[in-house]
Each structure stands twice: as C-alpha cells, then as structure tokens.
Nanobody, 115 residues
C-alpha cells in the first residue's frame, strides 16, 4: 500500500531554516511527479513545490520562490524540501505526495515559524 512519511518539521525562528524529508513506498517513485503541499489552519491544502520525474522540471509557488528548494533521491524513494528564510506565514503542516496527489496522504510534519 502507498505510504508517505514526512519528517523534519519543528519550531524555528523567522529567518531560520529547516529541511523536510518524505519517504515514499508502495508505488513507482522514480516515475512519479512529486510535490510538497502545505495546509495552514483554516486554509485549503496548497501545492508549494513540484518536481517532474522525467525532466526534473521544477515549480514553486510564488510565496516560496527563491527560499525553498525541492529535490529528490530516486535511489532512496525520498523527496526533500529545503526551506530557508522562513517566515511566520510559512507555518503549516507540510505533506508530500504525487502531483496530482494520490488518495492516500501521510500525517504530515508541522512547521511553526515564530519568535
């Protein structure tokens, strides 16, 4: 079955950095477009970064462009999100999934940016 396990979140001060990881299993990761999504309290889940499997073409939401970097390691079935210059508005639960997303979601990892 599909499993997505996110990790690496935490509490960080504005301007700080975090690196999120997502270990995927149960599907062919190497030929799946992968993305990071986030959901802030009271808001809908949104895609913030995506990497295509074939061309490694990358998309970033305007709100994170220049601060976040998505990468993947197909040998480890893992996708990463390096987050720099974090802002309070980046506070959310972060999830990884295919793009478009599969039915299954992981539990996510909480990122809180606060002084």
């Amino acid at each position: 079955q599909v499993q997505l396990v996110e990790s690496g979140g935490g509490l960080v001060q504005p301007g700080g950095s975090l690196r999120l990881s997502c270990a995927a299993s149960g599907f062919t990761f190497s030929t799946s477009h992968m993305g990071w999504y986030r959901q802030a309290p009271g808001k809908e889940r949104q895609l913030v970064a995506r990497m295509y499997w074939s061309t490694y073409s990358i998309y970033y939401a305007d709100s994170v462009k220049g601060r976040f970097t998505i990468s993947r390691d197909n040998a480890k079935n893992t996708v990463y999100l390096q987050m720099n210059s974090l802002k309070p508005e980046d506070t959310a639960v972060y999830f990884c999934n295919s793009v478009p997303p599969r039915t299954e979601w992981g539990q996510g990892t909480q990122v809180t940016v606060s002084s």
